[in-house]
């Protein structure tokens, strides 16, 4: 049905295709939740997880979130200290490794979401949302305070 139904865009601006840096805002505060298309689905069957900025966008602009992309991606998150709204989300899918399984959970895992009302599921998100926000602008001060005390040292 999907394919079907396709072809699908994004409706950008052609200059605008493939510019990592450009947010609609518009559309970002009129959606309650982020469906996060990652690069990959199966990294390259690498069996490792690859993720861009795309994640990372729902995460500054403060949306809970459900990364389609390789397994792990949510534990990987996990470990760099973000919080990924298990309490409210069927997070199951992370760990199948199968392709075609994890494709299958995930899509139940939106059909859930899509069949409640989001206004209340997001405010139960809003306390992980808001430390996310907080979590990622902490790293990126960090980062940036270790580059400028290297480029000093290195002087």
């Known amino acids: ?46 069996g490792g997880t690859f993720l861009t900025e795309k994640t990372f966008k729902p995460i500054k602009f403060g949306q809970p979130f459900i990364i389609i992309g390789p397994p792990h991606s949510l534990k990987l998150l996990r470990s760099l200290g973000y919080k990924t709204f298990d309490n409210v989300i069927d997070n199951s899918y992370d760990s199948i490794e199968d392709n075609t ?13 899509k069949q409640q009302n989001l206004k209340p599921l997001f405010d139960k998100c809003y306390e992980d949302v ?20 290297e480029i000093n040292y290195r002087q």
Not at 130 to 139: E, G, K
């Open 1 to 46: 049905k999907f394919v079907d139904n396709g072809p699908y865009r994004y409706d950008l601006d052609p200059s605008r295709y493939n510019n990592h840096r450009f947010v609609d805002s518009k559309m970002l505060n009129q959606s309650y939740f982020n469906l996060v298309i990652e690069t990959h689905f199966d990294a390259d069957q690498s």
């Open 101 to 113: 399984e994890r494709w299958l959970k995930v899509r139940d895992t939106i059909l859930t979401i």
């Open 130 to 149: 808001v430390y996310n926000q907080y979590h990622f602008a902490s790293r990126i001060k960090s980062n940036l305070d270790y580059i400028v005390k």
